[in-house]
């Protein structure tokens, strides 16, 4: 296992679903050369903004399957690989290396609440079953289970851990792990109300691991470039602060409700929700269309937005 260490934009990807509820591979080819013409350096496919836990199994093995063929050299691409127990994830994780992953982001199982010590001894079990790059997500909202950074830092003394994104909202974890150096990328979640992004981006960290790049990636590349000078931290500020309307919108509802609703209205070849989380409607998406266009990004990116009006009715 080898792997340059991972910087930039991190995005996670939707996953696009035709008129009848079907994967859609079209739009995912669509989708992620949208995304390596504009900065993003990395993929994650079948994260929490790719409704991976409303996916089929099947599906999910097509998915890797497929995307995998679409990797190119500059765009690494990585799949969400966490199962329901440890077993159930090393077999994800070696299908995903079998079939062309760059590497898999696993968070911990789902509704189990784990004690900690259990989490860490899962994330090392898996490890020593694979020699396929690995990140961890650390999102307690999500799974309820959450891991202080001393868990963080022996598991990443395992060599195959190269990524770690923290979505707590605790600046003094990150700073204890970017203090330690492990050999792993430390990123953050965009979201504006955990507040990481700017402390994490100051301390040293190497990017961000995002959802708002599926709407604005050339931004969020900028975003996430890691400091090296003066220069990367005013172009982040500048950038950031400008941003930051857009980011609240795509949190505005849970993870990736806004986001991909926002992405069809657009004209990104989004299509709908998997039930039972419907598409945003009226005002609630005419204010992210209103967002994109004082924001000039409608013009840059040749988004084709239809009327206002027609939307919040």
Not at 9 to 31: C, E, M, Q, Y
Not at 189 to 195: A, F, I, Q, Y
Request: net charge neutral.
């Amino acid at each position: 296992m080898s792997m340059k260490m991972l910087t930039g934009s991190f995005v996670a990807l939707i996953t696009p679903f035709n008129k009848d509820g079907s994967v859609d591979f079209g739009a995912f080819r669509t989708l992620l050369k949208f995304q390596e013409d504009r900065g993003t350096s990395a993929v994650l496919i079948m994260g929490s903004t790719g409704e991976t836990s409303m996916l089929a199994p099947e599906e999910k093995k097509q998915i890797i399957v497929e995307t995998a063929k679409m990797k190119t050299p500059r765009m690494p691409i990585f799949f969400g690989c966490t199962g329901n127990n440890t077993e159930s994830t090393i077999a994800n994780v070696r299908f995903a290396a079998a079939n062309g992953a760059d590497g898999a982001i696993l968070a911990a199982p789902a509704y189990i609440c784990a004690p900690e010590i259990d989490i860490e001894r899962f994330f090392l079990d898996v490890a020593d079953a694979t020699d396929l790059p690995l990140g961890i997500y650390n999102n307690p909202p999500r799974v309820k289970s959450d891991l202080h950074w001393e868990h963080l830092l022996r598991i990443f003394r395992h060599p195959n851990y190269v990524v770690h994104k923290e979505s707590t909202a605790r600046v003094g974890q990150v700073a204890q792990v970017l203090a330690a150096k492990p050999k792993v990328s430390v990123m953050c979640c965009d979201s504006p109300n955990l507040g990481l992004v700017v402390p994490t981006m100051s301390l040293g960290g190497h990017g961000t691991a995002n959802m708002t790049s599926n709407i604005a990636p050339a931004e969020l590349a900028t975003i996430s470039t890691p400091w090296t000078s003066y220069v990367e931290a005013e172009n982040f500020k500048t950038t950031y602060l400008k941003l930051l309307p857009l980011l609240h919108f795509t949190y505005s509802a849970i993870n990736p409700v806004a986001v991909k609703s926002l992405m069809k209205a657009l004209g990104l070849p989004a299509g709908d929700l998997r039930k039972p989380l419907t598409n945003l409607d009226g005002e609630a998406l005419a204010k992210g269309i209103r967002i994109v266009q004082e924001l000039g990004l409608d013009k840059q990116y040749g988004y084709k937005v239809g009327p206002i009006s027609a939307v919040a009715a």
